[in-house]
């Protein structure tokens, strides 16, 4: 323990900590992740990290890059952490802007090194791929020093989301009052919970299987840095802080926030064939089920006739899809139903 902060223990990792985590002020620089292959026979992929650290208090762990090509997380981090002193902060922020840096260096949502897809590999291995030894890093050094974690993503280059918070549910299926105190300071107007459809192996979900308070969020994606994506996520970073008490005040809250979740059948509608999508609604319409949510043609048959695609449940877009040419199986939109912020059924997963 130093200046009040605890010490995360580096010990059974084979990442290098190139930056100071305890002392008060802010620091920066990176964790060194050893892999030889053609490109880097002998040297190391840094991940960069960044720290402030102030008077005593919780210490709140800020991830983003987890896909390489989602843009807004990273970008709101590091102007956090140019925004802010260590005089302004009661406690620790540490902060991975890019965390699967070698994806974020590629451009691609997984990594180059080994095709690892972090947000499916959590808690990870020390002894295992470059992307599980990331995983590691952060669910077994990071995580046992941290009081909650706060992990921004987008839809990345092949979709957009309406921005919102992310909050998972208890292991019981009821709603877990702490994820969903913070998603409501986080101040969008959607909040997803997070119920069966929850991946236990994303950062979210290591997370919540290790007892720690914590959101993710979505915010916009199609390959850019949208304003009002970005302004939402530093909203959002600072409404939450100061909810955690690290920061003296944030943003009034929003007053109109509302529960969607992705339950049941027919929330996920995919291109049922190759062609082309040409979409009749966009993310942040509500519509209802039977209604026309786009068409697809077919260019190699252009005399035949288009094909309809239809919701199959009520509720809000949440995601669309920012590619034309699909294949079957392809992602179109996220339908989620609205639910009551006490939940259906509270207690049990729907």
């Not at 987890?66 to 802010?84: I, K, N, Q, S």
């Not at 082309?276 to 966009?282: D, G, S, T």
Request: negative net charge; hydrophobic residues 45%; charged residues 15%.
């Amino acid at each position: 323990m130093t200046e009040g902060f605890a010490t995360p223990d580096f010990s059974a990792t084979r990442l290098s900590p190139e930056i100071e985590l305890s002392r008060r002020g802010k620091h920066s620089g990176w964790f060194g992740l050893v892999h030889s292959d053609n490109a880097n026979p002998l040297g190391l992929y840094p991940i960069p990290a960044l720290c402030i650290a102030g008077r005593p208090g919780p210490t709140v762990l800020l991830t983003a890059g987890v896909h390489g090509d989602e843009y807004e997380g990273p970008a709101a981090l590091m102007r956090l952490f140019e925004a802010l002193s260590d005089a302004d902060i009661t406690g620790r922020l540490i902060i991975l802007p890019q965390l699967n840096a070698p994806a974020c260096r590629a451009g691609t949502r997984v990594s180059p090194l080994d095709g690892g897809n972090l947000n499916r590999l959590c808690p990870g291995s020390a002894e295992g791929t470059p992307t599980e030894q990331i995983a590691d890093l952060l669910c077994h050094v990071l995580f046992p020093v941290a009081d909650a974690v706060i992990d921004l993503h987008s839809g990345g280059a092949a979709s957009w989301f309406v921005p919102c918070a992310l909050a998972a549910r208890r292991p019981d299926g009821g709603l877990d009052a702490a994820n969903m105190a913070m998603a409501a300071a986080f101040g969008t107007k959607t909040v997803w919970v997070l119920g069966a459809a929850n991946d236990s192996r994303s950062v979210n979900g290591a997370a919540t299987a290790a007892g720690l308070p914590c959101i993710a969020a979505e915010l916009g994606g199609g390959g850019s840095v949208g304003l009002a994506a970005l302004g939402a996520a530093e909203a959002g970073l600072r409404g939450t802080l100061a909810h955690l008490g690290v920061l003296a005040e944030g943003p009034a809250p929003c007053r109109e926030q509302k529960c969607v979740e992705l339950a049941g059948p027919g929330y996920r509608v995919v291109a049922p064939e190759r062609g082309l999508f040409v979409p009749f609604v966009e993310a942040g319409e509500s519509v209802t089920a039977g209604t026309p949510l786009g068409e697809l043609r077919f260019p190699d048959t252009p005399a035949r006739p288009a094909l309809p695609v239809l919701a199959t449940v009520s509720g809000l877009i949440l995601a669309e899809t920012r590619r034309a040419a699909v294949l079957q199986g392809d992602f179109l939109m996220f339908v989620a139903p609205e639910i009551p912020e006490s939940g259906p059924g509270e207690g049990a997963t729907p």
